[in-house]
């Protein structure tokens, strides 16, 4: 079974989230309150000019929280006492804030953040310098959020990422007639946040073969916009075989639907003991499905010996799916995957989004490129991705989760 990092917003995870988790994956992790930057701040000079030492000049993209914050994340954790003693709930960060805080010279300490601030950079201006992600990736949450004074404070950040880089402007604005301009601008420090976020922990957790799952309705459009962008990209730059025979994979879909109301009525005691055998079964069925999925449609011309391998493996996974179904029938437990995406309901759901390409970093760079210059030629680029692309063997490993806003709604 695979684990997965709950992407962090402006406000906590809630106890639901967690529940819900375990029971899809074997290990949840959570990120520490205190982990507030895109990249560590010491190494944004040599991010953005190459320059060979590091120096803290303040915080690069900040990610806003609300008022009380790391309160009610110590409460969460008290929640979960029982499954973090088990090892099944774990606090981690993307690097160590304490090395990273003073002057180096000739190295840049990076405290063991696993990405490359100066990729995670150029991402980040290029998905938010497009007006149409950057008001995408806001939702009814961060809206809430805004609207109560006491958060304004320690939600609205501003960045020396944001702002003008040599012959570079700054950042855009979010545009609006019908909302004041300081409106807007706390807006703005909010969606850059959030597109921080998205790009950071999406990185993170492909460099740690984690599961993101995004638990906001705006880090779920921000991600299909970016994979839909690469999608498009594919198809525009190339009529290459290679990547039909790819795309088969993408429709391949698992749909976990859960009765909120029963969730929220059962202890995290309760939950753990509904972590059978048969689960851990079903989850190697669907990675060992998508792994070969890969590497027949990589290796296979003829679509008849890619649909008959995926039936096959179709058919034990929905029977390891209807024996999870009967143990877990009181949670309203239903689990769907089939040859169609378009066959899912979009309902209370954990939905695995297939991604286009096996790098979610690569869908970062290519998708948010593609929303700004769609009339630039990458026929070479798209070449290179091809290469390294055959050489992947991350199987499932790039499946990202997201739970859809419709769960409040129906709290």
């Known amino acids: 079974m695979q684990d997965t990092l709950l992407i962090p917003t402006e406000t906590p995870p809630l106890l639901r989230d967690v529940k819900r988790a375990l029971l899809c994956f074997d290990k949840v ?67 160590d804030q304490a090395e990273t805080g003073g002057l180096t010279i000739g190295a840049v300490k990076t405290g063991g953040y696993p990405l490359n601030p100066r990729f995670v950079m150029q991402a980040y201006r290029s998905i938010a310098s497009n007006l149409e992600l950057l008001n995408d990736v806001l939702d009814s949450t961060a809206i809430r959020a805004l609207q109560s004074p006491e958060n304004i404070e320690s939600l609205v950040l501003k960045g020396v990422g944001d702002g003008a880089i040599n012959n570079i402007p700054s950042l855009p604005l979010l545009e609006s007639e019908e909302l ?18 998205v790009i950071k922990f999406s990185g993170f957790c492909e460099s740690k073969e984690l599961v993101p799952m995004y638990l906001t309705d705006g880090y779920s459009r921000t991600i299909a916009s970016l994979i839909n962008n690469t999608r498009d990209l594919l198809i525009a730059e190339s009529d290459d075989q290679f990547w039909v025979h790819r795309n088969r994979v993408l429709s391949l879909a698992f749909e976990t639907v859960l009765d909120p109301r029963t969730l929220d009525k059962l202890s995290i005691a309760e939950i753990l003991k509904l972590r059978t055998r ?42 390891t799916a209807a024996e999870i179904e009967t143990q877990r029938k009181t949670l309203g437990f239903r689990i769907k995957c089939d040859l169609g995406a378009g066959a899912l309901t979009g309902g209370l759901s954990l939905l695995t989004l297939q991604a286009p390409l096996n790098s979610v970093a690569a869908i970062l760079a290519l998708g948010g490129i593609w929303a700004l210059h769609k009339t630039q030629s990458y026929a070479k680029e798209i070449g290179e991705l091809k290469n390294t692309e055959k050489q992947a063997n991350r199987g499932a490993g790039f499946a990202m989760s997201k739970m859809l806003g419709a769960i409040e709604n129906q709290a």
């Not at 296979?300 to 391998?309: K, M, Q, R, V």
């Open 180 to 197: 004041p301009q300081d409106a807007l601008d706390a807006r703005t420090c909010v969606a850059r946040g959030r597109i921080g976020a």
């Open 29 to 95: 992790i959570l990120v520490d309150p205190g982990d507030r930057d895109v990249i560590p701040p010491n190494t944004w000079m040599s991010a953005i000019m190459g320059m060979p030492f590091g120096l803290n000049m303040g915080a690069v993209r900040p990610i806003g929280k609300i008022a009380g914050y790391d309160s009610q994340f110590q409460a969460l954790l008290d929640d979960l006492a029982l499954a973090r003693s088990q090892g099944l709930v774990d606090v981690i960060s993307t690097y």
């Open 278 to 319: 048969e689960w851990g079964k079903f989850e190697q069925r669907r990675h060992d499905l998508i792994s070969g999925a890969f590497e027949l449609a990589n290796a296979a011309n003829e679509s008849d010996d890619f649909n008959s391998f995926v039936k096959e493996r179709l058919v034990e996974i929905r029977k």
